[in-house]
């Protein structure tokens, strides 16, 4: 369905959500590597803010600026042809309803981003209706936030205990009433995201979220073995006995297509 030349819009995921088609998405950061993607049919670049460990060699997202942002969503925009854009808001961008408005609008507007993704749960609801209502598309980022990793202390699953998993799910309702575009599920029990994607009307993207989702994003870096240190349980190395960027790239979009990936060994309980 996705891997003809049409270009992907938010219409397309939710058509794919309708229809019970898987969506890909994976991590871009500059022009080389999204001629491969786009070209190997993954229908999302997410230009994400874990560009900050994985580019630039930080410990964590929190360093990462609006304008490394706008600078990496600008190299992506000028190699795609296809696929849709979607570019993180930095840590604490998105502070207020306002910040956040104005911030969004300089990645769609300078860096040519077709949506942002926005970290947190029901207290970013008034900043996500103020993008929807000034017609700026968000995709909001629930589940493990990395940006909250400090007071976290640590990156775990989350949504484990029955209370947390249903606040997690009453988010989810309230950012689709708020007018959130997409949603994402990083690092959740897979029970509790097939529950969420089934309670939304919104296409939700799951990393480390089983294979319930209606699409499945990856970082780049980690499904190409190049990340180092140890691989997270949700990724695979694609490139692994592949010739090529290219060929691991088309696998991970067939797998994701076919219900492959992720298997019951990338997913938590
Ligand atoms: O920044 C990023 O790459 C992300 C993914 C982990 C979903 O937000």
């Known amino acids: 369905m996705s ?31 999204t001629r ?6 993954v229908d999302v670049l997410l230009v994400g803010d874990s560009l900050g460990m994985v580019i630039q060699g930080q410990d964590t997202t929190l360093p990462v600026t609006l304008d490394d942002m706008i600078y990496h969503t ?13 570019s993180d808001m930095p840590f604490m961008s998105a502070a ?29 609801a008034d ?16 589940g493990l936030l990395p940006q909250s990793v400090r007071k976290l202390g640590g990156y775990q699953v989350q949504g484990r205990e029955q209370r947390a998993a249903a606040e997690l799910l009453e988010d989810a309702k309230i950012l689709e009433q708020a007018g959130a575009d997409v949603l994402l599920l990083e ?16 296409p939700v993207i799951g990393i480390g979220a089983g294979a319930d989702c209606d699409g499945q994003v990856l970082v780049l870096y980690d499904m190409l073995g190049v990340t180092s240190g140890r691989r997270p349980r949700f990724s695979k190395d694609f490139l692994a006995g ?22 019951a060994e990338h997913a938590y309980s």
């Open 3 to 33: 891997s003809d030349s049409a270009e992907i819009t938010l219409a397309t995921l939710r058509a794919l959500k309708r229809t019970g088609g898987k969506f890909t998405c994976l991590t871009a950061y500059d022009a080389s590597f």
């Open 36 to 41: 491969i993607l786009d070209a190997a049919g």
């Open 74 to 86: 600008r190299c992506v925009a000028r190699a795609r042809r296809r696929a849709l854009i979607m």
């Open 96 to 124: 207020t309803p306002v910040q956040a408005l104005t911030n969004a609008a300089r990645l769609m507007q300078e860096g040519g981003a077709h949506l942002v993704k926005i970290e947190g749960g029901r207290v970013m």
């Open 127 to 142: 900043a996500v209706r103020l993008l929807s209502e000034h017609g700026l598309p968000v995709c909001a980022h629930l």
């Open 187 to 202: 690092c959740v029990p897979a029970a509790l995201a097939a529950r969420i994607t089934v309670a939304t009307e919104l």
């Open 242 to 263: 592949r010739a090529s960027v290219q060929a691991a790239v088309e696998e991970y979009v067939r797998a994701v297509k076919a219900g492959e990936f992720p298997g």
